[in-house]
């Protein structure tokens, strides 16, 4: 079992920036893939990024090319996600994932660990 716990969130201004963290316990989780989610109210979870565990192959969705950059730091079993040029409707609720196969995606049924999420409010 691996446990996901998010932290990092809060309010910012539009434009702002935030780093949102997960931290993982539990098992050896620099084998994992792991990944962002994020759901607004009222709206479907989506996908936002995602990191391979080697190679450091990464995967963004549209929505978030150029502003949000994925990270993981393996030794402190931690992924990042550093968020700029924030703007309102980043507005949600956002959620670290880990998938044990090591696969990179967005299809949020292929990850098998979740976090609790973090809010992240973006005002205007």
């Known amino acids: 079992q691996v446990q996901l716990v998010e932290s990092g969130g809060g309010l910012v201004q539009a434009g702002g920036s935030l780093r949102l963290s997960c931290a993982a316990s539990?098992?050896?989780?620099?084998?994992?893939?792991t990944g962002w989610f994020r759901q607004a109210p009222g709206k479907q979870r989506e996908f936002v990024a995602a990191?391979?565990?080697?190679?450091?192959?990464?995967y963004y969705a549209d929505f978030v090319k150029g502003r949000f950059t994925i990270s993981r730091d393996n030794a402190k079993n931690t992924v990042y996600l550093q968020m700029n040029s924030l703007k309102p409707e980043d507005t949600a609720v956002y959620y670290c994932?880990?998938?044990?196969?090591?696969?990179?995606?967005?299809?949020?049924?292929?990850?098998?660990?979740w976090g609790q999420g973090t809010q992240v409010t973006v005002s205007s």
């Open positions: 994932a880990a998938d044990s196969d090591g696969v990179v995606s967005g299809l949020d049924f292929l990850y098998d660990y």
């Open positions: 990191l391979a565990w080697t190679g450091g192959g990464t």
């Open positions: 539990g098992r050896t989780f620099s084998s994992y893939s």
